[in-house]
């Protein structure tokens, strides 16, 4: 059986020795970015659990979602729905993003915006930085430890946050070892995306380190799965059924009104 995130990490690193063509966008130069932490924090002190909408157009486990999307009417709807924060796709070939679809979000919202992508090198920081993503995803399997703290510095000193996710267990106590403000649990093991193992947070949560903010990732798509989550858990990150749903905006507030206890 193939290891899809190997695959994933090699096409990537054979982008960054492709010549580079023109960005697709707009350089944001001197803008102010929402917090992504803070925008954690408030839900949480509201006794909410945070929500991260993502666009994304394609999935590799399931196929076309939304392949047409207008990522921007989209992007609003979140916002107007409640989420705390957006996720935007960025990878091309699986997930049908770019660093253009981003740049278009982050300028329509007010709510901080994530860069999402299976990021090898630090020119992918520097995109997502002029597309004027807040924060950036760093994924624990992808990367060693020396070129995990690189990163998150590098991405620091550009004025972007960092959520540094992992599916298995070595990856997730390396994640929190990290210094990470966020740190999140994906369920979706991305070397057999089909696999989605539902217990993974509770599995792994206790390895957050005091102060973390923790986010849950994949097969999340309804108030009774955050029901479920450990209190632990300050966030959790919705992709899949915002792009399935015909009023995402509905759906969105659905999972920002669920209780849950505040500290």
Known sequence: MSDFLETLIAERRADMRAPRGALGYAPRAGMTRPSFPAAIRAARARGRIAIIAEVKRLSPAQGPLAADADVVAVARAYEEGGAAAISVLTEPRHWGGSMADLAAVAAAVRIPVLCKDIVVDERQLADAEAAGASAVLLIAEALDDATLAAFIERATALGMSVLVEAHEHRAFARAAAS???????????????????????EALHQLARPGQLLVA????????????????????LVGTALMRSPDPKVLVRSLVDVRRSVG
């Open 179 to 201: 210094g990470a403000t966020v740190v999140g649990v994906n369920a979706r093991n991305l070397r057999v995306p089909a696999e989605i193992d539902a217990d993974r947070i």
């Open 217 to 236: 990732e994949s097969g999340i798509a309804t108030p009774a799965d955050i029901e479920l989550l450990p209190t632990r858990v300050d966030a959790v």
